[in-house]
Nanobody
């Protein structure tokens, strides 16, 4: 059982920046993938960025060049640096961790609201 606690969401003007953090506790499945997803009202939850234990990253096309995902394995923490924010980035952002070997082993955070005003 992995517990994820997110922080860093808030209200920001278009063009501004936010940094999200997600701290994991408990057994984190050994080798794992940590990721950020987001969900806007009336829309599905989509992956924003993910990072493996070894540091390999993937990004949604909509955030490439603007967002950066990173992790501190010693702290079991994943970060999402969001720059050049757009109103379209407004959503609830969720942290996720899953086993690299057993993807059915997965946990979600509660979500943190990011609102970008125009």
């Amino acid at each position: 059982q992995v517990q994820l606690v997110e922080s860093g969401g808030g209200l920001v003007q278009a063009g501004g920046s936010l940094r999200l953090s997600c701290a994991a506790s408990g057994s984190t499945f050994g080798a794992n993938v940590m990721a950020w997803y987001r969900q806007a009202p009336g829309k599905q939850r989509d992956m924003v960025a993910q990072i493996t234990s070894s540091g390999s990253t993937n990004y949604a096309d909509s955030v490439k060049g603007r967002f950066t995902i990173s992790r501190d394995n010693a702290k079991n923490t994943v970060y999402l640096q969001m720059n050049s924010l757009k109103p379209e980035d407004t959503a609830v952002y969720y942290c996720n961790v899953r086993s690299s070997y057993y993807p059915q082993d997965t946990s979600w955070g509660q979500g943190t609201q990011v609102t970008v005003s125009s």
